[in-house]
């Protein structure tokens, strides 16, 4: 194997290792599922991938520092399998890579959300959003009455 393809293999298993402790574990899980279809139709490889997270999540709650570590390497040794058997091509990989990645800067984006309403009691809908732009509230005011 050459050593781009090599670095292919780690990279995509850093990355996959990194999400499996995230809240876009689940997409991730499924961008997997959905590649190895063709070379996996049991989805025993899924049952794999959720027992390593398991145990990447058990590592974590007891702190052993070395889960994380021998989840990478797990992982890349089956990437590297499935390009030698060519289960997989090189470029599937890298599309494959590049999912993750997206999934994982969406997740380094993500954190925690507090808000607090003040300034009295709220006579309607509020609205809680990550990011809105261009947005325009014009609130209407009826006329007051006239004597």
């Known amino acids: 194997m050459d050593s781009e393809l090599a670095a292919l293999t780690t990279s995509g298993a850093t990355t996959l290792v990194s999400?499996?402790?995230?809240?876009?574990?689940?997409?991730?899980?499924?961008l997997l599922r959905r590649f190895l279809s063709r070379s996996d139709p049991g989805?025993?490889?899924?049952?794999?991938?959720?027992?390593?997270?398991?145990?990447?999540?058990?590592?974590q709650s007891t702190g052993h520092p070395d889960g994380a570590r021998d989840t990478v390497e797990q992982w890349d040794a089956y990437l590297r399998h499935l390009l030698e058997a060519r289960a997989v091509s090189?470029?599937?990989?890298?599309?494959?890579?590049?999912?993750?990645?997206?999934?994982?800067?969406?997740?380094?984006?993500?954190?925690?959300?507090h808000n607090n309403i003040n300034g009295g009691v709220q006579h309607g809908p509020v609205i809680q959003s990550g990011?809105?732009?261009?947005?325009t509230i014009h609130a209407h005011h009826p006329d007051p009455p006239q004597d």
């Open 19 to 30: 999400l499996m402790v995230t809240d876009s574990w689940t997409h991730a899980r499924e």
């Open 131 to 135: 990011r809105i732009t261009g947005l």
């Open 43 to 59: 989805n025993s490889t899924i049952t794999d991938l959720d027992a390593a997270r398991a145990r990447l999540l058990a590592s």
């Open 90 to 113: 090189g470029a599937e990989l890298r599309e494959l890579l590049t999912s993750l990645q997206d999934l994982q800067s969406g997740a380094a984006r993500s954190g925690t959300v």
